[in-house]
């Protein structure tokens, strides 16, 4: 009864608002009329001296239609114009009572004066939806992921509270496995936190250029560095430098996952292979283990937040299920493509494919 009641007086609300716009534009238009009218009667005065009564009455009746066509047109003209007001605040109205909503204002039949309006609005309730879902998914990420930890945490202390104080292997034991499940913990919100960032950037605003040759040389002796056991070969193709609209801090941070994933999961033969090449448009980087593979169940996973091949194993080996999702998202968000390809016992080729920046006529002519 209350939603029928709020809805009724919207409508009355809306016209008599188009009531009161079209007595608005009416009136003056009326005036304009009456004015004329009267001029005109003059002007008829002078010359033909007094003017018949019944020239009178037709002047009356002519002002009558004239006023009425007048407020007619006026009142259709004003329901025109706030055709789009009225789509905009209807959809206002549903985003407010439901911020997920599918109602947007409508663009068809739309004058130029309000259509870049109904787009800004449009483009604004996406981009807040969008907000509000990754929002929603961090919540319950963060509320499912962290419930183990905490879980193992409050256990620890239940057993120091019991027996900690007088068994010292008790206490040295529940305070390293604490501090190692806070670790994780920390890690793990850090790890969501740049996942939710990378589903949110705003490619259109990113100046920044990146030379990816160099930057995935870069990489590659780094992890040599740190990995002496491994091997790590390298095949660069790129005939010139492959320059991407990419921050160079997001480049290296895909780098690093994909790298170190391919370590992680590497068995008795510790070889990584790194693979430069360039098309035409676009730039590609691949990296190569050859470990244990993925069946196809679970290549068609692994790009899934928390998604872990081995619960067990990638918990010992330091991981969240986050890294490989994070990855993926930011090289979507610069416009371009990730994939895996897979088999048990024989390895993954994870394949980067990233639009290649190419310099403008104005800056190859200051270059020149």
């Not at 025109?80 to 959809?91: A, E, H, N, Q």
């Not at 098309?279 to 980087?285: A, G, P």
Request: proline content about 2%; hydrophobic content about 40%.
């Amino acid at each position: 009864m209350t939603e029928t009641k709020k809805t009724t007086e919207k409508t009355l609300r809306r016209f008599t608002l188009s009531w009161q716009l079209a007595l608005g534009m009416a009136s003056g238009f009326f005036v304009i009329f009456i004015i004329f009218a009267f001029v005109l009667s003059q002007i008829l005065k002078q010359y033909y001296g007094r003017l018949p009564e019944t020239l009178y009455q037709w002047l009356g009746i002519t002002i009558l239609l004239g006023g009425l066509f007048v407020f007619g047109f006026a009142f259709m003209l004003t329901r025109y114009i706030l055709r789009p007001v009225k789509s905009i605040k209807t959809t206002i109205e549903a985003f407010e009572d439901d911020p997920m909503t599918n109602v947007r204002a409508d663009r068809a039949n739309v004058n130029d004066e309000f259509y870049d309006l109904v787009n800004i609005l449009n483009r604004m309730i996406d981009r807040l939806q969008s907000l509000i879902g990754a929002q929603q998914q961090f919540v319950s990420d963060v509320s499912h992921e962290l419930r183990t930890p905490v879980t193992i945490v409050k256990g620890h202390m239940d057993l120091l509270n019991r027996w900690g104080k007088d068994e010292p292997e008790v206490l040295e034991d529940s305070i390293k496995s604490s501090l190692a499940e806070m670790q994780r913990m920390e890690t793990l919100i850090n790890e969501m936190l740049n996942l939710t960032r990378a589903e949110q950037i705003p490619i259109e605003n990113v100046q920044e250029v990146t030379e990816v040759g160099g930057l995935v040389h870069r990489v590659f002796d780094n992890f040599k560095l740190i990995h002496p056991d491994f091997i790590f070969t390298l095949d660069d193709d790129l005939t010139q430098d492959a320059n991407v609209k990419v921050r160079q801090d997001h480049m290296e941070q895909i780098l690093i996952i994909l790298a170190d994933n391919a370590v992680k999961y590497s068995l008795d033969r510790k070889e990584i292979h790194f693979a430069l090449s360039q098309t035409t448009n676009r730039v590609e980087i691949g990296i190569q283990d050859f470990g244990e593979g993925l069946s196809s169940e679970d290549a068609a996973r692994v790009f899934d937040r928390f998604y872990r091949v081995d619960k067990a194993r990638s918990r010992a080996k330091g991981g969240n299920g986050l890294g490989l999702s994070i990855a993926q998202r930011l090289v979507k968000a610069y416009g371009g493509e990730i994939t895996l390809e897979s088999a048990l016992g024989s390895g993954s080729v994870f394949t980067i494919r990233l639009p290649l920046q190419r310099e403008n006529k104005n800056d190859q002519k200051l270059s020149n």
